[in-house]
T-cell receptor
Framework: KNEVEQSPQNLTAQEGEFITINCSYS?????LHWLQQHPGGGIVSLFM???GKKKHGRLIATINIQEKHSSLHITASHPRDSAVYIC????????????FGKGTHLIIQP | DAGVIQSPRHEVTEMGQEVTLRCKPI?????LFWYRQTMMRGLELLIY????????DSGMPEDRFSAKMPNASFSTLKIQPSEPRDSAVYFC???????????????FGPGTRLLVL
């Protein structure tokens, strides 16, 4: 079973700062997921990546398969980026149910 | 597309009562997942189905929990009898699984917030 570790657990930053959230997993995987959960509770999938880097707006996700490590970056952070960011990996490594990190609670102050 | 639909959105019940949570996946998706979120344990997988067949139910906490998927557009998660420790947010998610692929984006429903008194 995959184990997913995420850091930091809490992060407070000023608007405009560059944000990095890290994730490591124990079992080789087909793809890693980054999710966002807003205060209202809804969960949105941000990225699913199996290699290299993906970019969507101000969000960038990278993965190093050999090191079993992924990072989520936010450039020019904004208060609306405040949310919980969750890293998740397939339980058995393939395409199946997810094992989740504990999440990073991000607060961006104006 | 309406996305993944869950009902009810909120449920308050008394210990010992039966609770049924419902999920309608996105049309065309062939994988469905039930997750539970609590403050103590975070998000955890309960069970998932592929083509209406349960594939992995190792996350179902005990026999009080059961899940069914009678067809491609409907699934239920039932708790009987319910206990206060079952209080949590229950999420349903769906995806389109390709046998040749390595995983697909999962789309989450809004969740059902369950409180067992």
């Amino acid at each position: 079973k995959n184990e997913v570790e995420q850091s930091p657990q809490n992060l407070t930053a000023q608007e405009g700062e560059f944000i990095t959230i890290n994730c490591s997993y124990s079992v080789g995987i087909s793809a890693l997921h980054w999710l966002q959960q807003h205060p209202g509770g809804g969960i949105v999938s941000l990225f699913m990546l199996s290699s290299g880097k993906k970019k969507h707006g101000r969000l960038i996700a990278t993965i190093n398969i050999q090191e079993k490590h992924s990072s989520l970056h936010i450039t020019a952070s904004h208060p609306r980026d405040s949310a919980v960011y969750i890293c998740a990996a397939p339980r058995g490594g393939g395409a199946d149910g997810l094992t989740f990190g504990k999440g990073t609670h991000l607060i961006i102050q104006p | 597309d309406a996305g993944v639909i869950q009902s009810p959105r909120h449920e308050v019940t008394e210990m010992g009562q039966e609770v049924t949570l419902r999920c309608k996946p996105i049309s065309g998706h062939n994988s469905l997942f039930w997750y539970r979120q609590t403050m103590m344990r975070g998000l955890e997988l309960l069970i998932y189905f592929n083509n209406n067949v349960p594939i992995d139910d190792s996350g179902m906490p005990e026999d009080r929990f059961s899940a069914k998927m009678p067809n491609a557009s409907f699934s239920t998660l039932k708790i009987q009898p319910s206990e206060p420790r079952d209080s949590a947010v229950y999420f349903c998610a769906s995806s389109y699984f390709l046998a040749s692929g390595g995983g697909e984006t999962q789309y989450f429903g809004p969740g059902t917030r369950l409180l067992v008194l």
